[in-house]
């Protein structure tokens, strides 16, 4: 069964980093993309950014460029969302999700294109 949880979302003041972990199990990494999503109250569904990491390739969001890193480490079957400079406009449930990479090797920034997810953890950013 394939398994991504998210841990590390709390409530902090801006200009705080923090990093957010996905434990992923019951699968392999070939072939597949990882994604970081992020939903803000009354907001549509946003990538943050995706990771593919049979070719080390990482793209981003362009809010989440500058700021945000995404990482794996797999031998912990972790992958990992570090933020930097936190403003309320990034307060929102994240998700990390799963899928196939596209015929191009892309990762999709379209949240349609991944079957599997998380259930979310919840950041706050106060002012």
């Known amino acids: 069964q394939v398994q991504l949880v998210e841990s590390g979302g709390t409530s902090v003041q801006t200009g705080t980093s923090l990093r957010l972990t996905c434990a992923t199990s019951?699968?392999?990494?070939?072939?597949?993309?990882l994604a970081w999503f992020r939903q803000g109250s009354g907001k549509e569904r946003e990538a943050v950014g995706t990771?593919?990491?049979?070719?080390?390739?990482?793209q981003y969001s362009g809010f989440a460029k500058d700021r945000f890193t995404i990482s794996l480490d797999s031998g912990k079957n972790a992958m990992y969302l570090q933020m930097h400079g936190l403003t309320p406009e990034d307060s929102a449930m994240y998700y990390c999700?799963?899928?196939?990479?596209?015929?191009?090797?892309?990762?999709?920034?379209?949240?349609?294109?991944?079957?599997?997810w998380g259930q979310g953890t919840q950041l706050t950013v106060s002012s």
């Open positions: 019951g699968f392999s990494y070939s072939h597949r993309c």
């Open positions: 999700a799963s899928a196939l990479v596209t015929h191009d090797r892309l990762c999709d920034l379209w949240a349609g294109r991944y079957k599997y």
């Open positions: 990771l593919y990491a049979s070719e080390n390739k990482v």
